[in-house]
T-cell receptor
Framework: GNSVTQMEGPVTLSEEAFLTINCTYT??????LFWYVQYPGEGLQLLLK?????DKGSNKGFEATYRKETTSFHLEKGSVQVSDSAVYFC????????????FGKGTTLSVSS | GAVVSQHPSRVICKSGTSVKIECRSL??????MFWYRQFPKQSLMLMAT?????????EQGVEKDKFLINHASLTLSTLTVTSAHPEDSSFYIC????????????FGPGTRLTVT
């Protein structure tokens, strides 16, 4: 079946450090891939997405590239800020109407000043 | 655009009572809505898929008689937790799929249920 595997957290970084959160997936066909962010006490917000191989999603300094050959969609940011502290979820969705997102377990990021 | 609301945002109820949570798509029609449950510091677990005008499809292990889902219109789905118990305390999140935007899913802000 379809699944998403994320690196275990928590990830603790100092401000301005480089961030990588690994995400790999297993899916039949060619799913769309997503990163969602959840700030403390809030719901999920879409951070970025990619719908086909080699697409790069980017938003707020974060980026991730859809790598079909390695079935990966790693999240990166060159310089994190304290305000980036949150839980990050990698997710996939098959391109069929009515199918739900499948989420990874989430990675908690904590950035200190 | 593409806003999904949930009501209430927080609810505390006594054990044995029922609680209804509403999920609304405010500016689009959602033929499909999804209900997720999130335990503390864990991922989202899909509970059920709700299609407008038909019965919900529940994931394995989710009790359909306990978690009643109704999707009576293209903009509203409700989740009723019947005879709630403390173990039902959780964060419930809905999402709505917009078929006019490539079936993009938009999430509500979540409802924190505490059963005492």
């Amino acid at each position: 079946g379809n699944s998403v595997t994320q690196m275990e957290g928590p990830v603790t970084l100092s401000e301005e450090a480089f961030l990588t959160i690994n995400c790999t997936y297993t899916a039949t066909g060619y799913p769309s891939l997503f990163w969602y962010v959840q700030y403390p006490g809030e719901g999920l917000q879409l951070l970025l997405k990619a719908t086909k191989a080699d697409d790069k999603g980017s938003n707020k300094g974060f980026e991730a590239t859809y790598r079909k050959e390695t079935t990966s969609f790693h999240l990166e940011k060159g310089s994190v800020q304290v305000s980036d502290s949150a839980v990050y979820f990698c997710a996939l969705r098959t391109n069929q109407a009515g199918t739900a997102l499948i989420f990874g377990k989430g990675t908690t990021l904590s950035v200190s000043s | 655009g593409a806003v999904v609301s949930q009501h209430p945002s927080r609810v505390i109820c006594k054990s044995g009572t029922s609680v209804k949570i509403e999920c609304r798509s405010l500016d689009f029609q959602a033929t499909t809505m999804f209900w997720y449950r999130q335990f503390p510091k864990q991922s989202l677990m899909l509970m059920a898929t709700s299609n407008e005008g038909s019965k919900a499809t529940y994931e394995q292990g989710v009790e359909k008689d306990k978690f009643l889902i109704n999707h009576a219109s293209l903009t509203l789905s409700t989740l009723t937790v019947t005879s709630a118990h403390p173990e039902d305390s959780s964060f419930y999140i809905c999402s709505a799929q917009d078929r006019l935007r490539a079936y993009e899913q938009y999430f509500g802000p979540g409802t924190r249920l505490t059963v005492t």
